[in-house]
Nanobody, 126 residues
Framework: QVQLVESGGGLVQAGGSLRLSCAAS????????MGWFRQAPGKERESVAH????????YYADSVKGRFAISIDNAKNTVYLQMNSLKPEDTAVYYC???????????????????WGQGTQVTVSS
């Protein structure tokens, strides 16, 4: 059974940084794509960043490109989301997700991910 546990959320001022972690367990993840999503109050869950387990392929939503960086430590089975230059509009619950890759690693939609963490709150004050 896949388990994903996020950590690292918190309260930060605008312009600050946070690093989220997602510890994955329960499977061999070599064929998985990992993703970060976020959901603000009253809004739909949206894609933030995604990475193939090898780390060789990444995708970023336009809203975070150039500010966020997704990475993976295969030895620790942990995915990271480094968030810099944070803005109040980045405030949301951030979720880690995992999907078994088929022919492509490119999964950016929430419905493509069957495994989810519990979420971690990120609040950016102005």
């Amino acid at each position: 059974q896949v388990q994903l546990v996020e950590s690292g959320g918190g309260l930060v001022q605008a312009g600050g940084s946070l690093r989220l972690s997602c510890a994955a367990s329960g499977r061999t993840f070599s064929r998985y794509t990992m993703g970060w999503f976020r959901q603000a109050p009253g809004k739909e869950r949206e894609s933030v960043a995604h990475i193939s387990w090898s780390g060789g392929n990444t995708y970023y939503a336009d809203s975070v490109k150039g500010r966020f960086a997704i990475s993976i430590d295969n030895a620790k089975n942990t995915v990271y989301l480094q968030m810099n230059s944070l803005k109040p509009e980045d405030t949301a619950v951030y979720y880690c997700a995992a999907a078994l890759s088929g022919g492509s690693w490119y999964y950016t939609r929430a419905y493509e991910y069957p495994y989810w963490g519990q979420g971690t709150q990120v609040t950016v004050s102005s």
